[in-house]
């Protein structure tokens, strides 16, 4: 049958909408809305028939009941739903009451076609819906990972909006020692704070066994600035409660649950964290990131630089050390799960590299190494030699017992790559409108 008498033979089910009518033939030239397609056809047919075309009121249509009528109103509504909420993508879905999906189908087989000629109902009400959410909040449609996620439900007659979480990175220097990276709650009162009805002894009834940490330090001043529900840290590995983590810092990000603002002022943020961690932990190098940026930093290998001080129970010269030294770097280490890990741990024996080891001694008894080492290798068996679980040591090396007495981390780095690839950024909407105002003709001088 030719397109006019599938038209025809659908049309003749009045009342049914130029849009519904469309749909059937969604699939045919492009450029058109599927009420285009339908009006055409509609048109093309009373010519062609010599009949007077008398236009439907899309209010009375049987298929959608109506619903094609709506989109300006949903598009309305969700906009509505997110006025006070800064987003730059969104995307739209929609719920489809079954019976229409039934008219759907009853309308094509009626007609002697595919029951599922054309395109879905939800498909259509997505596409028209979402482009005047568009035009009216002035964002971008993204099918990927949006930042708003609105669900139109028909049959409920309401409007669901998603945020998605929104992402800061950064590295972080913790200048204190015992403080933990993340939040640890109390073992003995599961952080409430009460054993029974008693305050829990062990934490003072906090709920924390730490009263900071990285993530408490850093956190809730980033979704205070972003105006989110809650704010999770992700760290590129953690270092010992009792270890600083100085130099170059460590790489993390922190998620914001839910935000209402999107692209802060990361300089004016870093100083806002700064001053409220008060010098306990100190952050630099803050970027907007995507949400691939969570899984590179905690998957990402990574090399770690120490800095350990050390004391020896047995006197050492400086060519003792110096050779001692000059021995590790370069080494492969084997290590035999230290007595120290979780004994739920499987044992096995892991080879981790040495890269670089430096050192210089303070006095006979104590010196300071420096190790640059391949990620998980145990740094202070590797001192100790972890009474033989650990081979070759620097106490293995010297003949006399050594042993950290503080420990830092003053670099850790992706052994790859950086952690810091362009990619994993999101451009701030501010620096993109710039960039686009400079002329041409200066940017071609360069
Ligand atoms: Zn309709
Ligand atoms: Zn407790």
């Known amino acids: 049958m030719s397109i006019l008498a599938d038209a025809r033979a659908l049309d003749a089910q009045e009342p049914v909408c130029d849009a519904c009518l469309g749909r059937v033939f969604a699939d045919r030239s492009h450029g058109l809305t599927n009420d285009e397609r339908g009006r055409s056809l509609r048109i093309a047919a009373a010519l062609d028939d010599d009949e007077p075309h008398e236009p439907i009121d899309p209010e009375s249509c049987w298929v959608c009941e109506g619903r094609c009528a709506a989109f300006d109103e949903w598009a309305e509504r969700c906009a509505a739903a997110v006025e006070d909420i800064e987003f730059d993508t969104y995307q739209v879905g929609t719920r489809t009451p079954p019976l229409i999906e039934e008219n759907e189908r009853l309308f094509r087989e009626t007609a002697d076609l595919d029951p599922e000629a054309g395109e879905l109902f939800k498909s259509e009400f997505n596409r028209e819906v979402g482009k005047r959410v568009g035009r009216l909040t002035d964002t971008t449609v993204e099918f990927g990972r949006p930042e708003i996620q609105f669900t139109l439900d028909l049959e409920a007659d309401h409007v669901e909006v998603d945020v998605h979480s929104t992402f800061v990175y950064g590295r972080y220097r913790k200048l204190e020692r015992d403080i933990p990276q993340t ?18 002894d062990t934490c003072d009834g906090s709920g924390y066994l730490y009263q900071d940490s990285v993530e408490g330090l850093t956190a809730p001043v980033v979704r205070d600035v972003m105006d989110g529900t809650e704010a999770t840290f992700h760290g590129a590995g953690r270092e010992d409660v009792d270890a600083r983590m100085l ?29 409220f961690a008060e010098g306990r932990v100190e952050v630099e190098g803050l970027r907007l990131a995507t949400y691939e940026m969570v899984e590179r930093v905690k998957g990402l290998d990574a090399s770690k630089r120490y800095r350990a001080d050390v004391e020896f129970d047995g006197a050492v010269d400086d060519a003792a050390l110096t050779d001692a030294l000059a021995e590790l770097e370069g080494a492969t280490i084997e290590q035999y799960t230290p007595h120290r890990v979780d004994h739920r741990r499987a044992n096995l024996t892991r080879e981790r590299a040495v890269y670089e080891a430096e050192g210089e001694r303070a006095d006979a008894y104590h010196a300071t190494v420096e190790i640059h080492g391949e990620g998980g290798l145990y740094i202070k068996e590797l001192i100790s030699g972890d009474e033989g679980r650990t081979e070759p040591s620097l106490a293995g090396l010297l003949g006399v017992d050594a042993t950290v007495t503080a420990l830092d981390v003053v670099g850790v780095y992706g052994e790859a790559e950086d952690f810091e690839a362009e990619e994993f950024f999101r451009e701030d909407a501010a ?7 400079g002329s041409p003709a200066d940017a071609a001088d360069e």
């Not at 460590?250 to 870093?270: A, K, Q, S």
């Not at 620096?431 to 105002?437: F, Q, V």
Request: with cysteine; proline share 6%.
């Open 183 to 200: 939040e640890w709650p109390c073992s003995d009162c599961d952080g409430s704070g009460y054993v029974g009805k008693q305050v829990c």
């Open 247 to 275: 130099g170059t810092g460590r790489p993390f990000v922190i998620e914001v649950m839910e935000p209402r603002r999107r692209n802060v002022d990361v300089e004016r943020l870093e100083g806002d964290i700064n001053a």
């Open 431 to 437: 620096a993109t409108s710039d960039t686009d105002a």
